[in-house]
């Protein structure tokens, strides 16, 4: 029986991954569940599950959670804060973490999974964006494992030679071709994404994700955060990592070899498959995805992304380029603005202006040690603040 922790169980990886676990109630055992501030959802997660630990990053709402478990007579001990997600991440009992909080927030629960040297599942990409390189320093330090649950990332690993640990040029590899869905917008005329709403940003065609990764398909900064978290976890150069629209998402991703062959991962788009093979692996368990059907699908269509569309794309391929902290920087605007579009302060089309800008007013660095990484991500979000009330004051949205 292996235990499990699940970081940012309320949320929609945090919710499939309970789905598959439920599945093999025989393999796994749910030790610790994580949120910021959902206590009704904890609540019933808690009721289905005995976790021995609940915790809320959010004090008030851990509060709630311990009144509401006392009143129901469960005896799951209730942490909350850093700390505590932190404590979850690491506790002995945990042989496997499942890191899906989103946004930066995610990194430092992540980085004690990875020091207490557990099998660490990554749906959290926005960590390696911010702290690639000291993140996978740690992981061999501290002979962690990680297993990617981003689709992409989880269909690359599969058509890898050596389970994506090895180097690509002694191991065949050309190139790896990341698959993009291209969102909702993907045949909007141009002059019309500026008006987009976030429902509209939201309903994605294909997958049912949350809302901060919803508007980063939308805008496609999503595929340049995962180029980036290809780079690290695949010790792929830029040019070695290409990005293919394909709109139907029934091939997740591929590996181009050097004799021609080129491997692909195919499946339902249905965040199950990637969580059920990372759980097992190298085994493999159900998860409840359908067969795919290949009369239904019927076509694979693939277009080069045109980058007018999708400028995001291009900023994070030259966050590469620059090395140090463009990465952390970028991220931080990103999520700076993201915010901002989904509580209707910002137009759409400002998401890349205020990262492109962010960008240029903050020198790149070159750091490694995680207070300064953590430090820049600060100043990232005050600066990407600024540029945002400048833009929002000079064009009279608000
Ligand atoms: P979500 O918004 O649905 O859920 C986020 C979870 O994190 C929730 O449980 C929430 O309570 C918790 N959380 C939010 N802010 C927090 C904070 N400050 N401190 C502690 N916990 C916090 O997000 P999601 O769609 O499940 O995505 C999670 C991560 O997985 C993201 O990094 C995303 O990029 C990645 N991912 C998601 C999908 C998908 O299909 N949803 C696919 C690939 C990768
Ligand atoms: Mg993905």
Redesign the pocket.
């Known amino acids: 029986m292996k235990g499990i922790t699940v ?10 991954t309970l789905d598959v676990l439920a599945r093999h109630g025989d393999k796994y055992r749910v030790v610790a569940l ?5 206590v009704e ?1 904890m609540l019933l997660q808690c009721e289905q599950f005995r976790p021995e630990i609940a915790v809320m ?2 004090a008030n709402a851990a509060n709630r959670l311990a009144k509401g478990l006392s009143d129901r007579d469960i005896t799951t001990e209730v942490l909350s804060g ?1 700390r505590g ?1 932190e404590i979850a991440a690491s506790m002995p009992a945990a042989h496997i973490v499942m ?5 930066a ?2 990194l430092l ?1 992540a980085l004690a999974a990875v020091r207490a040297g557990k099998r660490l599942l990554l ?5 390696l964006v911010v702290a690639g390189s000291l993140f996978m320093k740690e992981v061999a330090a501290h002979g962690a494992e990680i297993l990617p ?3 992409e990332h989880n269909a690359v690993f599969q058509c890898l030679p050596t389970g994506g640990d090895g180097d690509l040029v002694s191991g065949g590899v050309k190139r790896i071709l990341l698959t993009a869905s291209g969102g909702p917008f993907l045949t909007t005329p141009l002059e019309q994404l500026a008006t987009v709403t976030p429902a509209q940003a939201c309903a994605h065609p294909n ?8 508007v ?1 398909s939308a805008t496609m900064m ?1 595929k340049g ?1 995962e180029v980036i978290e290809a780079h690290w976890l695949f010790h792929a150069k830029a040019e070695e990592i290409e990005v293919v629209l394909h709109p139907q998402s029934i091939i997740h991703s591929m590996v181009e070899y050097v004799d021609g062959s080129v491997l692909a991962q195919l499946g339902n788009p249905d ?1 199950r498959t990637p969580i059920a093979h990372a759980l097992a692996w190298p085994q493999r368990i159900s998860s409840g995805v359908d067969s795919l059907n290949l009369f239904e699908v019927a076509q694979l269509d693939f277009e080069q992304p045109d980058l007018r569309r999708y400028p995001c794309l291009e900023l994070a391929y030259q966050a590469i380029q620059a090395g140090g902290t463009a990465s952390v920087v970028l991220n931080a605007a990103n999520e700076v603005a993201v915010d901002a579009f989904l509580s209707q302060r910002l137009a759409f089309t400002e998401i890349a202006r205020v990262v492109d800008e962010t960008l240029q007013r903050l020198p790149v660095q070159s750091v490694e040690d995680l207070d300064t990484l953590l430090a820049i991500d600060g100043e990232g979000r005050a600066i990407a603040e600024q540029v945002m009330q400048n833009r929002v004051l000079s064009s009279g949205i608000g």
């Not at 890191?99 to 946004?103: E, R, S």
């Not at 997958?207 to 919803?214: A, L, N, P, Q, V």
Request: net charge negative.
């Open positions: 970081l940012g169980s309320t949320g929609s990886i945090g919710v499939s994580t949120a910021n501030r959902d959802g990053a959010d850093l997600l890191a899906a909080i989103v946004g927030a995610g629960p749906a959290n990409k926005e960590a649950i981003d689709s997958w049912e994700m949350g809302r901060k990764i919803s980063d999503n955060l965040m």
